[in-house]
C-alpha cells in the first residue's frame, strides 16, 4: 500500500513506536477488506491521539501497556511491550503499571501480562546479545 494513503503525523508515529518493520508488515499485509481499518488507526489512534502534546510517547506507552493488559489483549500487548524500546518506557516501570492492573483489573488479567511481558523482555535481550 502506497504511505500516501495514511495520514503522514499518524504514519510518522506509529512507526517511531512500534517500528518501521511491524508497520510495513500492517500495511503489506492489508487488503480491500481491511485497509480502511489500518487507515483508521493510523489516522485516530496514532494521528489524532499519540501525536497529542499532553503526554509524553513514554506515558502513553504505560497506559497503553495498562489498558492492554486489563483488556486480555495479548497480541497488542507484546507489540507495546515491544514498543517501549522506542517510547523510552523501562521493565521497572512496565513491571509497576502491572502491579497497578493487578489492584485494579484483577490478579488473573496482570498474571497473563507479566507472563507476556517477562517473555517479550526476554526475547528483546537475546536480539541485543546478537
Not at 507495546?80 to 489492584?103: D, F, M, S, W, Y
Amino acid at each position: 500500500m502506497a504511505d500516501d494513503q495514511f495520514d503522514p503525523a499518524g504514519i510518522a508515529i506509529r512507526r517511531r513506536v512500534l517500528g518501521k518493520n511491524h508497520v510495513k508488515r500492517a500495511i503489506d499485509a492489508a487488503t480491500d477488506f481491511d485497509l480502511e481499518f489500518q487507515q483508521f488507526i493510523t489516522r485516530y489512534a496514532w494521528g489524532a491521539i499519540w501525536t497529542r502534546p499532553g503526554l509524553e510517547p513514554r506515558t502513553r506507552s504505560l497506559l497503553t501497556i495498562a489498558m492492554l493488559a486489563t483488556l486480555g489483549r495479548e497480541d497488542e500487548l507484546r507489540a507495546h511491550i515491544r514498543a517501549t524500546a522506542n517510547t523510552g518506557a523501562t521493565p521497572a516501570e512496565v513491571k509497576e503499571v502491572l502491579l497497578q492492573v493487578a489492584v485494579y483489573a484483577g490478579v488473573p488479567a496482570a498474571n497473563a501480562a507479566f507472563r507476556i511481558a517477562k517473555a517479550t523482555f526476554e526475547e528483546i535481550a537475546r536480539s541485543a546479545e546478537r
